[in-house]
């Protein structure tokens, strides 16, 4: 599978709003293309991503919608997960409304989770909603954010509290562009990777334990390979159940926690490094209540290990401030907290009609004193 | 038909989302057994509604709910159109989360169409979406904007620009909540009661001529009977069409010219007589095009002045201004403002595949100068 022949991948959501995933390397060149083609009633199109990737790509981007005929500006906002709040969005919204762009315009969201989760947000409330096309540029925007149609902001009580399912017409992937990633960042996406593997084929999550070293300088071949297999997993879910009452919520494996421990650190945790947290210490909560086969924790461990990512919290953790977090999680449900938990490495098991767990809060008080 | 049967109108939702509109005099008490019925999984709800009405109403609704078992908390803000912004959305927003309101919670849009754009809007928001019940008080929200799924709030370059589709789980109505608003607000909500007449029911608008004064107090029987009769009009179109693609723009009669007006007036004008002027205007100009029958607009100013709504700007339109505004406009395509034009009372032709037509602004421009 190189990176020459695109693999376009489908994602099924109700109500005939179905989209694909198309990727192929250099398409960031083609996305003028691809958004007449997905969506041939928008006039012109705004350009949504952070001043950093922007810098990069908005340029190429909008040389490819002028090569396609259709007219195109590029609107930047500062990067950084700070960033992603109620505060930017209205900016953006009002800086597109100031340009002119009506109900016969679409966004392009450009870059990472933020560029993604953001500009789907303003898409999906800009005059009750216009088209997006997602072009993600980091791991973890095209292994996870920029599949499955949720969009976002944070809050000040905790992340994605606000926000909207709004799913893109197409999401264009160049894995070119992972390249020119910070290799930190490039490892901070492979949490997400890993996870897909996690919870639904143990040999796609030791694949990566074996191209590890080639992942993380991001390696056009086995990258490609790489965010097609995750892309795939994600599609499949995604399509079983875009309103994650059911099997979509097994992607939440190792983010209850995972989530809590970035928003208690005051995201000074970044997500990949939380989540893979999240993983290891699910995992571990699952085999001391008997859910979870004895040694998935430790063999998660070591394959997030190889691919450069946290298995154990730097410092004691603040136990209570991560529950206050776990509490508002969106997850909760009638006061207890819900966990997803592998039954063995590329297994999760449903329950009672779904695919989490409640689980007492001291429990996780007692497994988050000892981490 | 009494107010004592309840009439329940069905309303078609794209995704299998469909609903009711329940009109039934003392509904107001009987909000929680709905909602329960409605929205069987939701474990707790916030009534969301500005303090006026809250004042008069939130006790019983809330007493509904505990009648039916179900907790529920009130969340009031500040009456106004000036609150229907971003900042009280996210004000509201926050006190939800504080307050703890999980995924499994539900808001309650309790009031005037203020009320219930922005209810719907935190719970279109909410976690990416909590069900919204709408229980409209005013004659506008009953007879148009509880019914269809349209939420929002204004921004500052104009009203309803940032917002959601998110269809309510139900709306019930109480139409003796009606007779305790001030007449003149009672007038203002006849003006889209008119429109429906004009737009597909000739009799319908001549039935409301007649009745004009009991309306404007608010007579229990006339008033249910022009309530249930708008909520069919409004919901058979909006079943016919929940995008807005097609035949729901004929619900945009009056209003190119009625929001420009009303905005540029920095909404001194309220919605109702910028409506009222904005049909009469736009018939006008239907007919200095020819695609107007002669007199329609006479007629339909005859109507709306016994209603009590104004049929002539009270000082000579800031044209420019207004222009501006109407450029603003989501109907605004490829730049041509579109409006659309009653063939005749009761009557609306499809053009072009749509319902509206493209018009030229210098045409716009002489008849505001004219007006």
Same mark, same amino acid.
């Given at each position: 599978m190189s990176g020459d022949v695109p693999t376009v991948v489908p994602v099924a959501v109700p109500g005939g709003r179905d989209y694909t995933v198309v990727v192929e390397a250099g398409s960031i060149d083609r996305v003028g293309s691809h958004a007449r083609e997905a @969506?041939?009633? +928008?006039r012109r199109w705004a350009i949504v991503g952070d001043d950093t990737v922007s810098g990069l790509y908005a340029d190429r981007v909008r040389a490819s919608f002028e090569a396609a005929g259709l007219p195109a500006s590029v609107f930047a906002f500062p990067a950084?997960? @700070?960033? $992603?709040n109620r505060a930017v969005w209205a900016e953006l919204t009002d800086r597109l409304l100031a340009d002119g762009l009506g109900r016969d315009g679409g966004v392009v969201g450009l870059g990472g989770g933020v560029s993604g989760d953001l500009a789907g947000f303003v898409a999906a409330t800009y005059m009750r909603g216009v088209p997006v096309l997602q072009v993600p540029t980091s791991v973890v925007a095209m292994v996870d954010? @920029? +599949?499955?149609g949720k969009t976002g902001v944070d809050a000040p009580a905790g992340k994605n509290l606000v926000g909207a399912f709004h799913p893109p017409v197409r999401v264009v992937v160049d894995p070119?562009?992972? @390249?020119?990633?910070p290799v930190a960042e490039r490892i901070q996406g492979l949490a997400e990777a890993v996870k897909h593997g996690a919870i639904v084929d143990a040999e796609y999550a030791r694949a990566i334990e074996r191209d590890a070293e080639k992942l993380r300088v991001g390696a056009l071949e086995p990258t490609t390979r790489m965010v097609v297999r995750s892309i795939q997993v994600k599609a499949e879910v995604v399509s079983a159940? #875009? /309103? #994650?009452?059911?099997? /979509? #919520?097994?992607?939440n494996f190792g983010h209850t926690i995972g989530h809590a421990l970035e928003a208690a650190s005051g995201f000074a945790v970044p997500h990949g490094s939380a989540v893979a947290l999240g993983m290891v210490l699910e995992s571990r909560l699952g085999e001391v209540l008997g859910w979870t086969t004895e040694g998935t924790a430790r063999e998660l461990a070591g394959i997030l290990e190889r691919v450069g990512l946290p298995v154990a919290p730097a410092h004691p953790p603040d136990v209570e401030r991560i529950l206050e977090f776990v509490r508002a999680? $969106? $997850? +909760? /449900?009638?006061?207890r907290p819900r966990i997803v938990f592998l039954r063995t490495l590329g297994r999760v098991d449903s329950h009672d009609g779904g695919w989490a767990r409640a689980v007492e809060e001291e429990a996780l008080r007692a497994l988050l004193i000892a981490a």
């Open positions: @969506a041939p009633d +928008v950084g997960e @700070a960033n $992603k954010s @920029a +599949v499955g070119t562009t992972i @390249a020119t990633l159940d #875009e /309103r #994650e009452t059911g099997l /979509r #919520e097994t992607l999680d $969106k $997850k +909760v /449900r009638g006061g």
